[in-house]
């Protein structure tokens, strides 16, 4: 049976391939998850017309993440917090502060999953976090984390 692939299918083929397959694999396996559609004259250009749309797409939303991690590369965050002893802050800086922090100072929203932190912030410094954007696009910023003052109450 020849099927033209619509995803990357691993170790067998690779999205807008035309390829023939088993009978029984093709017919129970590829098309009922639509993996794959039956080969046929005006199904091929059909797919190959979405697939070429689907490139252009890609690209141009790689396009759009590249410009937005040349305006987030270097830029420099800084989040006030209450300390202790030793510069150890109460609590801790996460990455939903870091994005609410990146997103009041820029205007720009970014997705806490997106921010990479290892362990949340607990010391007073500065420190490079990186923010991955997508598989290969990844900025960093600076996050500065500094003593909040404190308000003078007058009775």
């Not at 391939?17 to 004259?41: C, H, M, Q, S, T």
């Not at 190959?48 to 252009?56: D, N, S």
């Amino acid at each position: 049976m020849k099927v033209i692939f619509l995803e990357d299918v691993p170790n067998v083929a690779r999205a807008g391939e035309l390829k023939e397959v088993a009978d029984g694999y093709g017919r129970n396996f590829l098309i009922p998850r639509k993996l794959a559609l039956l080969a046929k004259p005006g199904t091929i250009n059909t797919v190959g017309r979405q697939l070429e749309l689907k490139a252009r797409s890609q690209a141009q939303t790689e396009a759009e993440l590249l410009e937005l991690a040349n305006h987030l590369n270097g830029r420099e965050v800084i989040l006030e917090a209450r300390t202790g002893d030793k510069d150890r802050l109460y609590g801790s800086i996460t990455t939903a502060d870091i994005a609410a922090a990146l997103e009041s100072a820029s205007g720009l929203a970014i997705d806490k999953r997106k921010i990479e932190l290892d362990e949340p912030i607990r010391q007073l410094g500065s420190y490079e976090v990186a923010i991955r954007l997508a598989k290969d696009i990844v900025p960093q910023i600076r996050v500065t984390v500094s003593e909040k003052a404190l308000k003078k109450e007058t009775d």
